[in-house]
């Protein structure tokens, strides 16, 4: 659960934009889709794997 601590004279906006910061910093949306499908672990290390050469081949300035 997310708990904003907001003054009496603050924004409703401003806490409301805290609340989003919030829950974009925890990363429960990320959980929540994640959870959405089981993926098996071999399929979630391939993507890993797939994912660190193509950063790789990136930085290396193969690709444009």
């Not at 989003?20 to 089981?38: G, N, V």
């Amino acid at each position: 659960m997310l708990i904003i601590d907001s003054k009496d004279c603050e924004n409703i906006d401003k806490a409301l934009k805290k609340y989003k910061k919030k829950f974009e910093k925890s990363k429960i949306l990320l959980q929540l889709r994640d959870r959405q499908a089981f993926t098996k672990p071999s399929v979630r290390r391939r993507k890993e794997v797939l994912k660190a050469v193509y950063k790789e081949q990136v930085s290396a300035g193969k690709f444009d």
